[in-house]
C-alpha cells in the first residue's frame, strides 16, 4: 500500500515543470531537442523520432544536469561549480567517470594544441 503512495507522489514531481526554461504561454522552451534528435538518431531511433519521445529524454536531461549542479553546488566551495566536483559526484559510475576522464584529457590536448599553432604562427 504504501508503495502505490510512492507512485502517486512521483507522478506529481514529474509534473511540477520546474526545470528548463518558462516561455510566456505556459510551455517550456526547448534547449536541446536538436541536439537529442540527432542522438537518438545516431542510437538506432528514427530520423525524425516522435516529439513526445524527445520531449521526454529532455525532461530528464535538463533534471540529471539540475540535480548534478545543485549537488555540485553543496559539495566543495559552497555555491561553486568546479571540474573537480563533477568528477567526484560521478567516481562510482564507471562509464561516467571513464567518459569525464577521457574528455577531459582531450580538452588539455586541445589547449596544448591550440597552444603550439597559436606560437608557430604568431611566434614566440
Known amino acids: 500500500m504504501a508503495d502505490e503512495e510512492d507512485e502517486t507522489g512521483f507522478d506529481e514531481e514529474l509534473d511540477d515543470g520546474s526545470g528548463g526554461v518558462e516561455c510566456g504561454h505556459g510551455k517550456r522552451k526547448r534547449l536541446f531537442s536538436k541536439e537529442l ?30 540535480e548534478m549542479t545543485h549537488k555540485a553546488m553543496s559539495i566543495g566551495r559552497q555555491g561553486r561549480v568546479q571540474v573537480e566536483d563533477i568528477v567526484f559526484l560521478i567516481r562510482k559510475d564507471p562509464r561516467k ?15 596544448r594544441a591550440r597552444k603550439a599553432f597559436d606560437e608557430a604562427n604568431y611566434g614566440s
Open 97 to 111: 567517470f571513464a567518459r569525464v576522464k577521457d574528455l577531459l584529457t582531450m580538452n588539455e590536448e586541445l589547449k
Open 37 to 66: 534528435r540527432c542522438m537518438m538518431y545516431g542510437f538506432g531511433d528514427d530520423q525524425n523520432p516522435y516529439t513526445e519521445s524527445v520531449d521526454i529524454l529532455e525532461d530528464l536531461v535538463i533534471e540529471f544536469v539540475t
